[in-house]
């Protein structure tokens, strides 16, 4: 098979391994061995190790030398600081965001929220819910605080899957009357009251988390444990 181009090739190789890794496919604290990838792939070393790079700005991979690359994993004090930046900088682009949504935009909106209602699927959920939130950022003009919102849901997402399972398996949907409070509010253009169903939809999940990882950490408060460790010890 014909090799592409270089950065053709690590381009490709850079959105494969982010859709694995966003999808929880690969888990965080994977080892990503790049001989193996480049050959599976049909690619070789160079694409493989410029993806890596790329995806290391992006927060999604941790390189270590002598140690090779690995999924990025968060211990319980780097979610909570991540959900706190969170808190902080996403009603910023939402306020930045409103005044500019279209007829069209909540209209799509509504859409993404309603089917999010019904599904029981946690991938699908995953998806919807992502997609929801950042059709509500559609009217910013400010890529500067984009770029860092997408930064920390891309780190934090397997995170979130690995916590909305835990939700899903009790029942509990609160987030979809946090969605629905956060659209009622969009569709009336209140920015404020919107940022305030945001703050709170953030918070909780952050706490959420923060919660299960006391109770699952033991004695020793969970240090240097990832909370995918701790949630899986749950399941």
Do not use: C
Not at 30 to 56: F, G, N, Y
Not at 126 to 138: S, V
Not at 220 to 228: D, F, I, P, Q, Y
């Amino acid at each position: 098979m014909k090799k592409d181009q270089p950065n053709v090739a690590s381009q490709r190789v850079a959105d494969i391994l982010a859709e694995r890794i966003l999808s929880g496919e690969l888990a965080p604290g994977a080892r990503i061995k790049q001989d193996e990838l480049a050959d599976a792939l049909q690619t070789s070393r160079i694409p493989v190790r410029d993806a890596l790079r790329m995806l290391e700005a992006r927060g999604l991979v941790t390189m270590r030398p002598n140690a090779g690359a690995r999924v990025t994993s968060l211990t319980r004090r780097d979610l909570e600081i991540s959900y706190e930046i969170r808190e902080r900088i996403e009603p910023l682009l939402l306020a930045e965001s409103v005044p500019h949504l279209t007829d069209k935009d909540i209209a799509d909106l509504r859409a993404v929220m309603e089917r999010n209602e019904h599904t029981t699927d946690i991938d699908e959920a995953i998806a919807l819910g992502r997609e929801f939130h950042w059709i509500t950022y559609r009217g910013h003009d400010t890529p500067l605080l984009a770029q860092i919102v997408e930064r920390v849901w891309d780190t934090t997402q397997s995170y979130r899957r690995a916590y909305l399972k835990l939700v899903f398996s009790g029942g509990n949907r609160v987030h979809d009357t946090e969605h629905r409070l956060m659209f009622d509010a969009i569709s009336r253009g209140e920015v404020e009251t919107a940022q305030a169903a945001l703050v709170l939809h953030i918070r909780r999940t952050r706490i959420g988390l923060v919660r299960y990882g006391h109770l699952l950490a033991g004695g020793n408060g969970g240090a240097g444990m990832s909370l995918e460790e701790m949630l899986i010890a749950a399941e």
